[in-house]
């Protein structure tokens, strides 16, 4: 990891070395990442990484060189990367924008909650919180479950599959399928949820449990 914060083919040889790294992980996970056009570092200040729409996956050495310094550093920088290639899963769906603009927590949630999955798994970093934990324990499954169903989607189609996910799950647990104004209701209130806009707004998981246990119970 260390000489991903050098310069020179010894940074693209550690590059390439990290992120086998990752996909070997994702892969034993069953979460195989799609292709992409390769690793290649950014001066973008605002990345660290970032899975671009073009499958090319970028990276910033500069801030892995400041990670590095931290007591936690490498955890960072291994669970962005996870996080990255887990929204490579495959190239995003036309129009991807329209769903992101709208409310990014469809996507960020999904990749994140993976992510700390994927983290904890292997880390020991905490267990993935949010809207996303909270719409599993209305239902009483687990948020991987949740999470691995909603993955399947490629970026930009997370918010159009949740609620026939969530409809899926429901029968499988022995509930009645949702009614139209079940599902356009749960619709609805993830619009609200994953709205990442509304910042301090948005209910803590307690409370967010109960709003999602008022749409599907």
Not at 10 to 23: K, S, T
Not at 32 to 43: E, L, S
Not at 52 to 73: K, Q, V
Not at 87 to 113: D, F, K, N, Q, V
Request: aromatic content about 6%; glycine content about 10%.
């Amino acid at each position: 990891m260390a000489a991903a914060a050098l310069g020179g083919d010894r940074l693209a040889r550690a590059l390439a070395r990290i992120d086998g790294a990752v996909v070997e992980g994702l892969e034993r996970l069953a979460f195989p990442r799609g292709p992409i056009r390769g690793v290649v570092q950014t001066n973008n200040p605002n990345v660290l990484g970032r899975k671009d729409p073009s499958c090319t996956f970028e990276i910033n050495s500069i801030y892995i060189a400041r990670f590095l310094r931290g007591p936690r550093g490498t955890d960072s920088i291994l669970r962005t990367w996870v996080h990255e290639s887990l929204h490579g899963r495959s190239p995003y769906a036309e129009g991807h924008l329209a769903e992101y603009r709208r409310a990014p927590g469809y996507e960020e949630g999904l990749a994140e909650g993976l992510a700390q999955i994927v983290a904890r798994r292997y880390g020991g970093l905490d267990p993935p919180s949010g809207a996303y934990r909270s719409l599993a324990s209305s239902m009483d499954i687990e948020v991987e479950q949740l999470l691995r169903a909603l993955w399947r989607s490629p970026t930009g189609r997370v918010r159009h599959a949740l609620p026939l996910v969530m409809d899926n799950l429901r029968r499988t647990g022995g509930y009645l399928p949702m009614t139209g104004a079940q599902l356009r209701m749960l619709q609805a209130r993830a619009d609200t949820m994953f709205d990442q806009s509304r910042g301090l707004l948005v209910p803590n998981e307690l409370t967010m449990e109960m709003v999602w246990k008022t749409v599907l119970r």
